[in-house]
């Protein structure tokens, strides 16, 4: 994947360096009317590059991870880009609940993953997401409604092959207007290669697939 077009940040061994989703997602909340009176949720902040993006945009903003060398490195890259985050650990919306917010945008791990547990101690935490990709998805779904106002919007950046249709079902059952705003095909990196036979028996890559990966952005408002 490549890096998108801003300024680096501190992104150490274990914490999600900005992507190709990161910039796909920067895309599509530069196009929401974000301002000094808007508050802003990022859950699973990684090194904080979207919650610094929104800051930037003057709103108010709140980040949470659940590791704490991800939310260390997103106070720290808050903090040399002079801009102001409040930052917690927790387990997405638990580290904020009874508050809600304008926007929430999240970027969960979202990469299909083997084996029946999710990892804990390890950078693949970033990235993996139970066998059907979904694990943290179906959470960011649930949990929004009770984060955002009414009128809110989420903004869910995941693959396709995690089912962009299950996600809008989802959120349609949940009370929102929801529709994938945004695509990007990418080449698949080091993990996703490492597991393209894997992929292939699961049913969630083709057998003529060019190994190439289709991203997405969903934007959905809380009635």
Request: net charge positive; proline share 8%; hydrophobic share 40%.
């Amino acid at each position: 994947m490549g890096t998108p077009g801003h300024s680096p940040l501190l992104t150490p061994p274990g914490v999600y360096a900005p992507q190709d989703d990161t910039e796909l997602l920067m895309r599509a909340l530069a196009r929401e009317r974000v301002g000094p009176a808007t508050q802003v949720l990022d859950l699973g902040t990684g090194s904080g590059a979207l919650a610094l993006r929104a800051a930037g945009l003057g709103a108010e903003v709140t980040a949470v991870d659940i590791a704490w060398r991800a939310v260390l490195t997103a106070r720290l890259n808050a903090l040399i880009a002079r801009r102001h985050v409040t930052v917690r650990r927790g387990d997405l919306t638990a580290a904020v609940r009874g508050r809600t917010y304008d926007l929430v945008v999240s970027n969960p791990p979202y990469v299909p993953s083997p084996g029946p547990r999710l990892p804990r101690h390890s950078p693949a935490r970033a990235w993996d997401a139970g066998p059907d990709g979904r694990a943290f998805v179906d959470r960011v779904c649930d949990e929004a409604p009770s984060a955002l106002r009414s009128g809110g919007v989420l903004l869910l950046v995941h693959s396709a092959m995690c089912g962009a249709p299950q996600t809008l079902r989802r959120l349609a059952e949940a009370g929102f207007d929801a529709s994938v705003t945004d695509r990007a095909v990418i080449p698949f990196g080091p993990v996703l290669n490492t597991r393209r036979g894997w992929l292939r028996r699961q049913g969630l890559l083709a057998e003529d697939d060019e190994n190439l990966e289709e991203l997405v952005v969903i934007r959905a408002q809380h009635a």
